[in-house]
């Protein structure tokens, strides 16, 4: 069993570092953005491999030395990288939602400042109080960036790279299109803005409420079959039995069938996510 658990963190491993050894690829880089858009950009893909596979040789370990069934080492292990990636998606899902929340305020309070006379900076600078949390410390960068002088839409390009989320795309842009034509539009230019990123919003907020049982069946419809199979695994005769060839088949069988149910759930309870601007400016 050890063995098989080996060739499985083996072959994780192996197939992480043949995706990381292809550079500027468009996997890498759509790696690299949710990364991002998770509020990772200082992990490197090399070290978010480093965990997948660990997590998952880990999960293979743990499951093989409880329930000695051949079939169940590889499939944790194929689990447990899901782990990570599964703790990253949540999180990017709920700075999405934080930051769909925010923009609007923000949107109208650089509008306002623009309207009352102040600089595209000053403007920025006076809607640091209404950015998230989260965000806070990339706001201070900005500021201190302008502080020191720095151009513009150098210091936004750096804003949206670290804030990595489709609004602030267009946000900036529209501010650095508006800037490079004189800029007499722009106010009205951001007051749509956020009234669309408002109705969004709420849109948004409405149809998860309403599919939220989606969701949850979808969970539910992946975790019951294989707590029904740990509960049988728990007497030596089922795990003899789980462990002949028939028993393999069937669990790689149970295995296939709750990816597919679990991807068929997850699409029907999915919203579409906007896409980003000028991502192709960003840094791999």
């Known amino acids: 069993m050890d063995v098989v658990v080996v060739v499985c963190g083996i072959a994780m ?40 596979a660990t997590v998952g040789v880990l999960v293979a370990s743990a499951v093989s030395a409880i329930l000695p069934i051949p079939a169940l080492a590889p499939l944790a292990g194929i689990a447990g990288v899901g782990i990570p990636v599964i703790a990253v998606a949540n999180v990017r899902d709920a700075r999405r939602i934080t930051a769909r929340a925010a923009w609007p305020d ?49 210091a936004l390009a750096g804003l949206r ?44 907020r409405e149809i998860r409420a309403r599919q939220s049982w989606v969701r949850n069946a979808a969970r539910l419809g992946v975790a019951a079959p294989w707590v029904v199979l740990l509960l049988l695994a728990s007497r030596p005769e089922n795990r003899v039995a789980y462990s002949s060839a028939t028993g393999t088949v069937l669990i790689i069988a149970v295995a296939g069938a709750t990816i597919v149910a679990h991807a068929v759930m997850a699409a029907l309870g999915s919203l579409h996510e906007s896409p980003r601007w000028l991502t192709g400016s960003d840094n791999d």
Not at 18 to 27: L, V, Y
Not at 31 to 50: K, Q, T, Y
Not at 109 to 138: K, N
């Open 106 to 154: 923000i949107i109208d309070s650089i509008r306002v400042a623009l309207r009352s006379g102040s600089t595209i900076t000053e403007a920025f600078l006076a809607a640091e109080p209404l950015v998230p949390r989260a965000w806070a410390a990339d706001w201070r960068l900005l500021n201190s960036d302008l502080h020191r002088g720095a151009p513009l839409d150098h």
């Open 13 to 52: 491993g192996a197939g992480v570092a043949m995706m990381i050894r292809t550079p500027r690829t468009s996997r890498l880089r759509r790696i690299r953005l949710w990364l991002d858009s998770a509020g990772l950009a200082g992990v490197r893909a090399p070290v978010a491999a480093l965990v997948l």
């Open 161 to 204: 790279r670290s804030l990595a989320d489709p609004v602030a795309d267009r946000v900036i842009e529209s501010i650095l299109v508006g800037r490079e034509l004189g800029g007499a539009e722009l106010p009205v230019v951001l007051a749509e803005l956020a009234r669309g990123v408002r109705r969004d919003g709420n849109l948004r």
